[in-house]
């Protein structure tokens, strides 16, 4: 196996230079997987932020080499145990309807490729912008009779990692015209919107200071490209949600609720900050 | 004795002012965003400021600040500029002001307000990501807001 660790591993202590500084990772680092999957973790900026940003980043480039060499072998990456457990549970049968994911989608690695790309998407039918989760929810409880997940627990979040890793590589592309347009605009509105005590707002960290350094913490743009990701701080698989929903509390703020209708307009928004970023789910952070 | 009584008073009463205390509400800022009169009413102790501003729970200030004099606390930001020398280009009550309400001296700058209780979105009950219930506190009391004025007025040195 043959991994581009050497650019990787470089300058890190020459990085570490004021006192109390953790070591950074290097942030010109190139992200490929297995050796021969390679990853877009910097690319141009969608035209929608052209006028903040000209360049959009990963927020693999953001961490230390420890953690991004996790992410660059799948035996390696904790993430990828929860996919196989999905695996089993997509073939399951559950509820009342005797079917599993399988009776309906056939072969993950088929009929799953692609859909993260461009999820969150407008459901014509529904009549409303939905989420990975909230699809696969859906099909539980209408198309299988079973229950519900809950929306940041961990079959849920291996679920989206499952079929999130059918699209690794691919460019995100959500969509944010058409009757999306007004579920993105109240996710752009919410972006900037300054909460809490202390009075911040995503972009005063991940768009004014992404790169700086938050006491130990290296702020990246905040990303959801690597969503699902498997964060060492608590050993499983996070969505979207449950970051987003961390990130506000530490405004001091009240959070939204995981999978609320406020979470969906606001993931919509920031995935599409991402617009161009390969899907790299399941990713590791720390 | 005394202190006993003064904290047993501040937790009955929550955030009214105590006597010779500016309420965070009556906060006078100059047209440059400086408080000219003490918050408490009394000085300031810069040790006690120290360990306010390197104190996660607390000021937190090294959060976003590098500051020499608080080398032995690990990891300062960089979302602020060095607190090396601004107690050389700040006066006590700009200072004040800046802990205060920093947005009064720059505009829409994201340090946050550590004597402020009001004017928020969706305020929350501290870290705990529920809605604040009741009067807010604000972030530092009036003392601890003297106390890190006398620190950062130690730090002369770039």
Redesign the interface.
Known sequence: MTKPMGNTLTAIALAAV?????ATADESADLVINGDQEMTIRTAAPAHLSDVMDEINSGWLYRKDETQLLQMDDFDNPGMIFVDLAQDAWNAVDGSEDKSCASCHDNVEETMKGVRAVYPKWNETAGEVRTLAHQINDCRENQMGAEKWKYTGGKMTAMEALISVQSRGMPVDVAIDGPAQSTWEQGKEMYY????????SCA??HE??YG?????DH?SQGQINGFPVYRLKNSKLNNAHARF?GC????????YKPGSADFVALELYVASRGNGLSVEAPSVRN | MKLTSLTLAASLIGSAALAGEVAPKDVQFDDYGAVEVSLSGASGDAANGALIAGTKSKGNCVACHAITALADVPFHGEVGPTLDGAGARWNAAELRGLLANAKMTFDGTVMPAFYKVDGFTRPGDAYTGKAAEGELMPILTAQEIEDVVAFVATLNEE
């Open positions: 004021a006192f109390g500084t953790v919107s300054r909460t809490g005590q202390l009075e911040l005063n960290c004014e200071n700086n350094m938050i006491r130990a702020l929903k506000v509390r530490d405004t001091r703020a009240e959070t």
